[in-house]
């Protein structure tokens, strides 16, 4: 590992990018998110790279498109009115089999909503980001270090799967500093793209890229195909971290920011007595319903907590499977919940079952 | 340092200024003096001093926010009442101006004034921010943000830190950078700024030392 400096998660999902490769970067300015592009435009220029301000959000994702057919790899960043635009791409690029990271700084919505810290694109990111049958890899940091982390990752997995990665982040974790170690790279192994639209002087087939099928049977069979990688994704990929969940009675859900502020509500019941744990998704597709599963035989409640009106609260009903409650708490536009709001709810629930 | 009426305080995002500003702000009026602390950061809508009214008020310090400030509209703009910092009574006027160049740039349209009035000018450094961390990376950034605010830097303010992990010995690391690169902006090294925890360590080891206490803190976190 490198040596410590202090970075806003911005600026660390920019350098990480970098760190993994990505020379090619398409977007358009919009807070939170702004600083990942002027990182970008500061640095790319002098690695030789491209930093490009579209006109638009569709311009900059149909570029993504472009570069992604040349088996390079390449990324937008947004927020989220701006990824909204971008969805008729992403379902395009998922329907073309095609590897790329796509950030979500998330703000406040629906519409033009607000500019402060929200995660209520939660169902936009794991369930309809475009039209069609198909998934996308969502991850979740929660630290400006999980996010360097996680980056590469994301780049690694979606050339793996030939599918888009997103980085669902949120206001307050890309503005907000911490020190982070950024891990030294020695030589990048990136996966051979043998389909790629490259160039290859006639020494092959050429390739197609393409999301236009003539014939039903046709389109169904990619998309099978398709969803067989989707079962594999989900049976090996399903990443999440436990806190004090082995003994806990009131498992607390929650992922990015607001697993902060529960981690904090956690630790502040267990001194109260109120055994309490905290689980995260880091995967929020695929969700890791497996773990979640195993622990609605230990724990006796779950409450999700959300920068929303309760999205992902969906996903943690479907993988406890009614074995046990499940409750919510959430603030939503901008509003960030505090740990005495959560500590609040956890006491509630603990009160109920005494 | 604060031997001029007006100071503004420059620098990179993230290095600091904020958290500077209002330490002087709060020193300034602990002394007695009647003090303005003006927010002049219009492009960045998070983690700056309009979002320490209370604080600022209880210690009877006159805070001056852009329009929008800490609201969910993004439409940065300057008000007419920034003006009255040329007309006002106040012993000490500290303006928060945002980072880089494109921060600095709202600083130029009070150039002329700040011209006819004299002031401050201090460059914050952080050696551990990664596109400013050698000294040639900060002089260049300094020569931007002069363009941008059609005005010249008096001094640099070394405020190295890692935020929470920051040690005497963090600090201790910086002192070279910081005096090359006030050597290379030909402008003197006015302080080195710490935690107040961490002074005891630092004393005898360090001079011009600026003592400091973290107010500008992280919801989720805090």
């Known amino acids: 590992m490198g040596e410590k400096i202090l970075m806003k998660g911005n600026e660390a999902l920019a350098e990480a990018a970098i760190l993994a490769g990505c020379r090619h970067f398409f977007g358009y300015p919009i807070t939170p998110q702004t600083e990942l592009a002027a990182y970008m435009a500061k640095r790319m220029p002098k690695l030789g790279g491209t930093f490009l301000q579209a006109e638009s959000e569709v311009a900059a994702i149909n570029m993504v498109l472009g570069a992604a057919s040349a088996g390079v790899r390449t990324m937008t960043s947004s927020s989220s009115p701006g990824v909204s635009l971008k969805s008729e791409g992403v379902s395009y690029l998922a329907g073309s089999d095609l590897p790329c990271l796509i950030i979500n700084v998330q703000r406040g919505g629906p519409g033009l909503g607000g500019i402060q810290p929200s995660q209520a694109d939660y169902w936009q990111a794991t369930k309809a980001l475009g039209h069609g049958d198909f998934q996308i890899f969502v991850f979740a940091p929660s630290t400006v270090q999980e996010m360097v982390d996680l980056v590469n990752q994301a780049f690694d997995l979606a050339d793996e799967y030939r599918m888009p990665a997103m980085i669902l982040a949120d206001g307050m974790l890309g503005q907000m500093m911490e020190p982070v170690e950024i891990p030294e790279v020695s030589e990048l192994k990136l996966k051979d793209k043998p389909w790629a639209t490259n160039g290859h002087k006639n020494s092959r087939e050429h390739n197609i890229i393409n999301s236009l099928y003539m014939q039903p049977e046709d389109l169904e069979q990619t998309i099978r195909d398709r969803f067989a990688r989707y079962d594999d994704a989900k049976a090996k990929h399903q990443v999440f971290e436990s806190y004090l969940t082995e003994d806990a009675d009131i498992v607390v859900v929650a992922y990015g920011a607001s697993s902060r502020i529960s981690r904090s509500a956690v630790e502040q019941a267990r001194e109260l007595g109120i055994k309490a744990g905290l689980f995260r998704p880091i995967t929020l597709w695929p969700f890791p319903n497996d773990e979640l599963y195993k622990l609605a035989g230990s724990a006796k409640k779950f409450l999700a907590v959300e920068m929303s009106m309760g999205q992902m609260v969906d996903d943690v009903r479907l993988a406890v499977n009614g074995r046990k409650p499940v409750e919510f708490f959430g603030r939503t536009g901008g509003v960030i919940p505090t740990p005495a709001e959560v500590l609040e709810q956890i006491k509630k629930l603990a009160g109920g079952d005494r | ?222």
Do not use: W
Not at chain 2, 30 to 54: A, C, W
């Open chain 2, 1 to 222: 340092m604060l031997n001029h009426k007006y100071t503004m305080i420059c620098g990179h995002y993230g290095s600091g200024k904020t958290n500077l500003a209002m330490n002087l702000a709060l020193k300034a009026a602990q002394n007695g003096e009647s003090v303005t602390l003006m927010d002049l950061d219009i492009v960045n809508p998070y983690f700056r001093s309009s979002d320490y009214k209370e604080l600022l008020d209880s210690k009877g310090i006159k805070l001056i926010a852009p329009a929008f400030a800490h609201s969910n509209l993004d439409l940065p703009s300057l008000t007419a009442e920034m003006y009255s910092i040329f007309a006002s009574q106040h012993e000490r006027i500290i303006l928060d101006v945002g980072g880089d160049d494109q921060g600095a740039t709202a600083l130029g349209r009070f150039s002329k004034q700040l011209d006819e009035t004299g002031y401050e000018m201090l460059y914050v450094i952080n050696k551990y921010r990664p596109l400013s961390k050698l000294s040639a990376e900060a002089t260049e950034l300094l020569t931007e943000i002069e363009q941008a605010s059609r005005l010249k830097a008096t001094g640099v303010v070394n405020n190295s830190h890692l935020m929470g992990e920051t040690t005497a010995q963090t600090i201790l690391n910086s002192i070279d950078y910081a005096q090359n690169t006030a050597d290379e902006a030909g402008l003197p090294l006015l302080a080195t700024v710490a935690e107040r925890r961490l002074i005891p360590e630092l004393e005898g080891k360090l001079t011009k030392l600026l003592p400091v206490d973290i107010l500008v803190t992280n919801p989720i976190t805090s």
